[in-house]
């Protein structure tokens, strides 16, 4: 979101160089909000104006400007100058910026950080994007279990402006492996007591995930013990970062929107859509427009099949489009209900006979509703109240059809190790405007008599 | 999810009542694991467990239960034992139980919880649903600004058990209105100076919500500034409650289940998909897929009122699916991603121009792309080349009517006020359903000559 409310003010500051009110501006807010008012502005007065603050701040209001200012910055100055920009900022954010960033420059910016630093963002940047490594960073706290209470508090105290949260200490050994976990909460209780050692207070009971574990299961951890922080650790259990609340946030919000670009066929955007061209808004959108036209083409094929039937019976065409719809309606509600269960962790593979079950159950009483709501139509445009049976034992075969369908799909893209969610509602949709073509016409020939 | 590993050796030690067992199983685990081993647990069976922990713990690991499980124990125990578990809740959560219990026993519980708790409890509960103050609990850190670093680690050192979260602490006057806030990560930082106070270290600038905000506000906030926690205000500015990182969590994994739901028009479930019978899913499932059945019914009269052109054109019919299809599935993608950057606050209502402009150049893009390929298929069924003008042509405008509605009408539903993701998939394709057979139906019309 571009906040354009003070860009005036601004640009009239630097204009007239007002050393005061631009220190003002840097640090009377949070640096979020004072990101947010720097948006509007071009790479090169957002740098005059960041010249204005502390080093350490200046890194922080850089590290909330949206990525694509961060990139033009980083693209438009010395690289000295943006790897101490870059510097300050925590490696998960070192390394979605760098992802953007031409590689040569990168390999510039990268030789001009402390060697530690330049470790961690070559060893974050190898995770495989999705999975916890590629999420955490390498910033946090890391004590002996031998420390007391009284020096714990005073090494977090010391280190503070390094790491991303104080709230949670890792107790670890001289090899990193993770023995217990001590929170800044149990620390301040226990100040009464501040000789007591960590090794007294800490955790041992230590829920983690692995490096390479989907960012999906993290999140699940995470939600259901409401954790501020979770250790990521190696294959070895040795303790290689940590990943915070509001990493899990961002995580949370931004698969949303993609099962939601997903569920409509679009390919996810890598920017806000006000900001993606044109161009490359019709490339994501068309690549599964034409796939799903092609799709579609099956329900060409299918009713040319039936011409004949078609031609002595015209008026079942009225009925195409209610039933291919409310086929594919049934169909989605399944698929969805059964997708969600499966990302929720409600519903497992070994559950399919179970769903198969429930489906099939409501499979007969919608389609059943749906049948008995499409006769009373039809009678009024089908000859007989015979004929008009074709349209009722139609819509409760395509409704039942849709229910087992759009359940079972996504089962079965899960047991064959593919994402659930590509089985979403154009999908299935597709199959069932298929499939209801040819329920359709089967049973109006059977009913009805075929032409020769 | 229900885990049942520990099920048997759980009843086992019960039967032998195995007292060190049963404690140890209450203390070794972190409360939320030991609630997940007792899910399988009957109500009797799961409160004689609780009994061998101490109050506190016991009512940690009673709030971590699944809210069903928690009822069914809360009504078939003595008002008098569900007051004392749920007296340990944090005053959201025995909101969010109480809400499921029925309305005497609440009275009986209520009167059973000290006079302050239940005040707070009572208030909470006035909130709508779905605002901040819905979500928020009152048990936050309000400290004084004339209190020393010394003195407030101390008191919130004490307070620490009342507390959900020890990490902001927010400085009021006698009036509880809102003056700053201090992290623990201030104060640890700040203890070699621990005779410095409050007020010279607090922020003044403190984000906020009123209580009576939306919970996607709340969201979007704590989001884009990466808070653990955000302090929530009433009219006059008084500090009411705080929300924090785990609530907001909550949050947002809700309402991204029910924009799925809704995006698929199925009513939002109150239980997971395998506990809602069903029947009720069926209820939740057919009243939508009435609706849409009522509204396809549109393109039945449509097609009935073009019944003697479909008799002359047969050929016409093949292509019916197709281009409903084609127009839908281009409408769907314009609403999600409108929708999607609507909630994101990526789009406003004063971009409409701008979008409409956008959406209509992507809808001659992909609708001229659809139609030459249409022209292609119906080339090899029509009669003549002109006449597969009619499918060429009418793509293009069914793509382009559905990107131009699927992208107008969840802005016109937000601008009176509605919530736009009511404008879901399955909605914006029946309108296109429709739209799309008038058009084919009048492109027909005009180029190949009605009938009389």
Redesign the interface.
């Known amino acids: 979101?571009i906040n354009t409310l003070y860009l005036p003010e601004l640009r009239e500051m630097l204009e007239t160089n007002d050393r005061a009110g631009l220190e003002d501006f840097c640090t009377?807010?949070?640096p979020?909000?004072t990101a947010?008012f720097m948006e509007g502005l071009t790479a090169e007065e957002a740098i005059r104006v960041l010249e204005f603050a502390e080093p350490q701040l200046r890194s922080e209001i850089f590290s909330y400007l949206e990525t694509d200012h961060q990139v033009e910055i980083v693209n438009t100055h010395p690289p000295e100058e943006a790897s101490e920009l870059i510097g300050g900022m925590s490696t998960d954010d070192q390394v979605d910026l760098l992802q953007d960033v031409d590689d040569e420059l990168v390999k510039e910016i990268l030789s001009h950080l402390p060697p530690e630093e330049r470790r961690d963002v070559m060893r974050l940047s190898r995770y495989p994007e999705g999975t916890a490594g590629s999420i955490m960073t390498t910033e946090m706290a890391k004590l002996s279990k031998d420390l007391t209470v009284r020096e714990a508090?005073?090494e977090?105290?010391r280190q503070?402006?390094e790491l991303e949260t104080?709230?949670c200490l890792y107790i670890v050994d001289e090899h990193d492996s993770l023995h217990g976990v001590v929170s800044?909460?149990q620390l301040?209780?226990a100040?009464?007591k501040s000789s007591k050692r960590l090794s007294e207070i800490m955790?041992t009971?230590v829920?983690h995930v692995n490096a390479l574990d989907d960012q999906e299961e993290v999140?699940r951890k995470?939600?259901?013990?409401?954790?501020?922080a979770i250790p990521v650790v190696d294959d070895e259990l040795c303790l290689v970062g940590i990943i915070t609340?509001?990493d899990?946030?961002?995580v949370?919000?931004e698969?949303?929107?993609e099962?939601?670009?997903r569920?409509?066929?679009?390919q996810p955007l890598e920017e806000?859509?006000?900001r993606t061209s044109?161009?490359t808004?019709?490339w994501k959108?068309?690549v599964?427009?034409?796939v799903?036209?092609l799709g579609?083409?099956l329900?060409?094929f299918a009713?040319?099949h039936y011409?004949a039937e078609?031609?002595r019976y015209?008026?079942l065409?009225?009925?195409?489009?209610?039933v291919?719809?409310?086929g594919?309606?049934?169909g989605?509600?399944s698929?969805?209900?059964?997708?969600?269960?499966l990302n929720?962790?409600?519903?497992h593979l070994s559950?399919w006979w179970?769903?198969a079950k429930?489906e099939c159950?409501?499979g007969l009483?919608?389609g059943g509703?749906?049948s008995v709501?499409?006769m009373i139509?039809a009678l009024m445009?089908a000859p007989t109240l015979y004929s008009s049976l074709v349209v009722g034992a139609t819509l409760l075969l395509v409704?039942m059809a849709g229910t087992m369908i759009g359940s079972m799909l996504p089962l079965m893209f899960k047991r064959i190790g593919l994402d659930p969610s590509l089985m979403s509602?154009?999908f299935v949709?597709?199959i069932i405007?298929f499939l209801g073509?040819v329920i359709y016409m089967t049973v109006a020939g059977l009913l009805l008599g075929m032409p020769a």
């Open positions: 979101m009377a807010l949070h979020a909000r947010e508090l005073g977090i105290s503070a402006e104080v709230y800044t909460r301040v209780s100040m009464g955790d009971d829920l999140l995470m939600a259901d013990y409401d954790m501020l609340h509001d899990i946030l961002d949370v919000v698969e949303a929107t099962d939601a670009y569920s409509a066929a679009v806000s859509y006000l044109v161009l808004l019709s959108r068309g599964w427009l034409v799903l036209f579609a083409l329900t060409t009713l040319e011409e078609l031609e015209v008026w065409v009225l009925f195409i489009p209610l291919i719809s409310t594919g309606n049934s989605n509600q698929a969805t209900l059964v997708i969600t269960a929720r962790d409600e519903v559950d179970l769903v429930r159950a409501m009483i919608l509703m749906m709501m499409g139509i445009k409704v509602n154009p949709a597709g405007d073509i």
